[in-house]
Nanobody, 125 residues
Framework: QVQVVESGGGLVQAGASLKITCTTS????????MGWFRQAPGKEREMLAG?????????YPESVRGRFTASKDNFNKKIMYLQLDSLKPEDTAVYYC?????????????????WGQGTQVTVSS
């Protein structure tokens, strides 16, 4: 059973930065894609980044390009990060990490097959 766990969320003020981490339990995930998503109250889930298996390629939707940076750990490809900069109150959401064991990267429109429980990020004004 593959486990995906997010950590590092919290309460921050507008303009602050935060780095959240995703760790996975399976060694096979070193060869597969991972992605970051978020869901705000009353809104649909939104994709933030799709990272290929090596971390050498990252896809960002146009809506979030510029303030968020996703990356895989240089030494352990089972670990992924999401750097959140210049946070705004509208970034308040539950942030999810997901792993796709069917593909080498996570792409828009195709849900990964393993998901974490999410970590809450709250941005105060």
């Amino acid at each position: 059973q593959v486990q995906v766990v997010e950590s590092g969320g919290g309460l921050v003020q507008a303009g602050a930065s935060l780095k959240i981490t995703c760790t996975t339990s399976s060694r096979t995930l070193e060869r597969y894609g991972m992605g970051w998503f978020r869901q705000a109250p009353g809104k649909e889930r939104e994709m933030l980044a799709g990272v290929n298996w090596s971390g050498s390629s990252v896809y960002y939707p146009e809506s979030v390009r510029g303030r968020f940076t996703a990356s895989k750990d240089n030494f352990n490809k089972k670990i992924m990060y999401l750097q959140l900069d210049s946070l705004k109150p509208e970034d308040t959401a539950v942030y999810y990490c997901a792993a796709d064991t069917q593909r080498r990267t996570v792409v828009p429109g195709i849900d990964p097959d393993y998901w974490g429980q999410g970590t809450q990020v709250t941005v105060s004004s």
